[in-house]
C-alpha cells in the first residue's frame, strides 16, 4: 500500500509546496512524531499513518507506541518523512523532505490532495507550520535569529529571560513605553517604535526592558531578536515573524538592513525592502522595536509618520538619574550621594555625559584603590577627568562615546 502512495505522490492532484527553514521544518516532523505516539492530541486533523522514507531502502515504517523515544529520534532523523491525514472531510499526503544539493539544502514541506475539488492543501501546510510551532520549544521565548556558518543556514537560538525592568531604566519617556506595552497586553493590533541615539545612551536596555516587561504582560508573546552580528536580511527575519503569532520584534541597528537610498546601489533594492516592511508593519499582532544610531542613516522613507507610530530620542543621561543609576551599579548610597553634589553633577552635564560613560566611571571608581577616596568628591571629580582624557585622545571629531567634545 505505502509503495503505490508513494507512487501516487508523483502524480498529484492537488499539491502545496513550502520552503521551510531548518528548525521550522524540525518542527513540523517532531509535531507529526508526537501525535503518532500519542503524546500529542489535537482536533484539527487525523493522522492516519505515518512512516519515513529512505532514498536507498525504501520504506521505514514506525509502529505507534507511546513512549518510545528512541523509535521517535530515529523517524525525525530521517530526511523524508510521509504522513496520511484526514483533513475537512478530505485525505491528503503531506510529506517533509530534505533535498540536497553540493553546497546546501534544502527543506520542503508538501501537501498533496487526493480530490480535485479539494483546495485546502495550503490551509493544511499553514495549520501544521502554527501548530506544530505553538507546541514547539520556540513558542513563547526570546529567539534570535542567524545566520550559522558551521551548518550553513539560518538558525535559532532560545535567549534567557532579561531580567531589566521598566524601573531599572532611566529615562523620562516612560509614558510611551507604557502605552506600547500595554497594546501589546491587548492584542489585537500592532505597535512600532524606533529608538533613535548613539551608542552608550540606553537604547539597549531599554529595548530588554520592554521585552521583559511586554512577555510578562502577554504569556502568547514570541520575541525574536536581529542585529548586525546575525548576517540574517530583513525578508528573513520577517519570514519568520509571520510563523509566530502574536511575535514582537526587535531589530539593533535597521539601518544595516534597510538603509537609505544613499547606500543603496540600485533605488529598487530600498523599494522592495519598504514594500516588505509595509506588508509586516499592517498585521495585528506584529509589534516592532527597531534602534539606529543616527537618523541620518535611516532613508526618511522609513521614518515616515505611518512606517512607525512614535520616534524616541536617546540622548546624555539625564542629571536627575545620576545618583539612581549608580546606586543601581554599587549599591552604595554613600556613594550615590557623591553624584548629588552640585560641582560633580554641573561636571557631569557639562560633558552631557550618557549612561554607558556614567558606568564606566563607576566601575573605574570600585577598584581597590579606591575604596576609602572613592567617597571624595575631589577623587571623582580627578578621576572624572582623567577618564575624559583618555577617552578624547582616541577620538576623531565625529564620533562619540558617551561624552560631549569640547
Same mark, same amino acid.
Given at each position: 500500500m505505502r509503495q503505490r502512495l508513494l507512487r501516487d505522490l508523483n502524480i498529484s492532484i492537488t499539491s502545496y509546496v513550502k520552503n521551510l527553514y531548518y528548525e521550522v521544518w524540525q518542527s513540523v516532523k517532531s509535531y507529526l512524531v508526537k501525535i503518532h505516539i500519542g503524546q500529542l492530541k489535537t482536533d484539527t486533523l487525523e493522522l492516519e499513518d505515518l512512516f519515513s522514507v529512505s532514498p536507498d531502502s525504501g520504506v521505514v515504517s514506525s509502529p505507534a507506541i507511546s513512549g518510545l523515544s528512541s523509535n521517535e529520534d530515529f523517524i525525525i532523523s530521517q530526511p523524508n518523512l510521509v504522513a496520511i491525514i484526514r483533513f475537512r472531510d478530505h485525505k491528503y499526503y503531506v510529506s517533509c523532505n530534505k533535498i540536497e544539493y553540493p553546497r546546501s539544502s534544502i527543506y520542503i514541506l508538501s501537501v498533496t490532495g487526493t480530490d480535485p475539488e479539494n483546495i485546502?492543501? *495550503?490551509?493544511? *501546510?499553514? &495549520?501544521? &507550520?502554527?501548530? *506544530? =510551532? *505553538?507546541? @514547539?520549544?520556540? @513558542?513563547?521565548?526570546?529567539? /534570535? =535569529? #542567524?545566520?550559522?556558518?558551521? @551548518?550553513? /543556514? &539560518? @538558525?535559532?537560538? &532560545?535567549? +534567557? +529571560?532579561? /531580567?531589566?525592568?521598566?524601573?531599572? =531604566? #532611566?529615562?523620562k519617556e516612560k509614558d510611551e513605553l507604557r502605552d506600547f506595552i500595554e497594546v501589546v497586553k491587548k492584542g489585537g493590533s500592532s505597535i512600532k517604535y524606533l529608538f533613535v541615539g548613539e551608542p552608550g545612551t540606553g537604547k539597549t536596555e531599554t529595548i530588554k526592558a520592554l521585552l521583559s516587561e511586554c512577555m510578562e504582560a502577554n504569556s502568547n508573546l514570541t520575541s525574536i531578536v536581529v542585529d548586525a552580528s546575525c548576517r540574517v536580511s530583513l525578508t528573513t527575519v520577517i519570514e519568520y515573524a509571520q510563523i509566530f503569532k502574536p511575535v514582537l520584534v526587535c531589530i539593533d541597528d535597521i539601518d544595516l538592513l534597510v538603509g537609505s537610498r544613499d547606500r543603496f546601489p540600485h533605488p529598487s533594492h530600498l523599494a522592495s525592502t519598504l514594500q516588505i516592511l509595509d506588508g509586516f508593519l499592517s498585521t495585528d499582532e506584529f509589534y516592532l522595536i527597531a534602534t539606529t544610531n543616527d537618523r541620518a542613516l535611516l532613508d526618511w522613507a522609513v521614518r515616515r509618520p505611518g512606517r512607525f507610530d512614535y520616534i524616541m530620542e536617546f540622548g546624555p543621561l539625564d542629571p536627575q538619574f545620576y545618583p539612581d543609576l549608580v546606586l543601581r551599579e554599587t549599591r552604595d548610597e554613600k556613594f550615590a550621594e557623591i553624584f548629588k553634589d552640585p560641582e560633580v553633577v554641573k561636571k557631569l552635564s557639562s560633558l552631557k555625559i550618557n549612561g554607558a560613560f556614567l558606568v564606566t566611571l563607576v566601575r573605574y571608581l570600585q577598584r581597590p584603590r579606591f575604596s576609602e577616596t572613592k567617597y571624595s568628591k575631589k577623587e571623582v571629580l580627578e578621576v572624572l577627568n582623567r577618564l575624559f582624557r583618555a577617552f578624547k585622545s582616541e577620538l576623531r571629531s565625529e564620533e562619540s562615546v558617551g561624552f560631549k567634545l569640547v
Open positions: 485546502n492543501s *495550503a490551509e493544511l *501546510a499553514d &495549520i501544521l &507550520i502554527k501548530e *506544530a =510551532i *505553538a507546541t @514547539s520549544g520556540y @513558542s513563547k521565548k526570546i529567539l /534570535r =535569529i #542567524f545566520y550559522d556558518e558551521m @551548518s550553513d /543556514r &539560518i @538558525s535559532l537560538k &532560545i535567549l +534567557p +529571560p532579561y /531580567r531589566v525592568k521598566l524601573k531599572d =531604566i #532611566f529615562i
